[in-house]
């Protein structure tokens, strides 16, 4: 994340519950992750055994990891984010 705004240069600084919040967005990620493919798997590949769920979320999680971890610190900004 950048330490200013590229539009304003407001510098950006950690509150004390910052991560504990982004954590909590990053868990509402990581659950939709996880109904999504279980969703995509159970109707579009005939419910396949439990070991195919259990990788495949799995797979899917550790690839999408990046972007949870990003994305999950920006949203949680901009929900305690008072302009």
């Known amino acids: 994340m950048h330490t200013n705004c590229p539009k304003c240069n407001l510098r950006y600084e950690k509150e004390p519950g910052n991560f504990y919040g982004a954590m909590y967005v990053s868990y509402g990620f990581s659950t939709g992750i996880f109904l999504v493919t279980a ?23 550790l690839l999408l990891f990046p972007l949870n971890f990003r994305y999950s610190r920006v949203i949680f900004l901009y929900l305690i984010w008072k302009s």
Do not use: K, Q, R, T
């Open 39 to 61: 969703f995509v798997l159970y109707y579009f590949f005939d419910d396949p055994p439990l070991n195919v769920y259990l990788i495949s979320i799995l797979v899917v999680a």
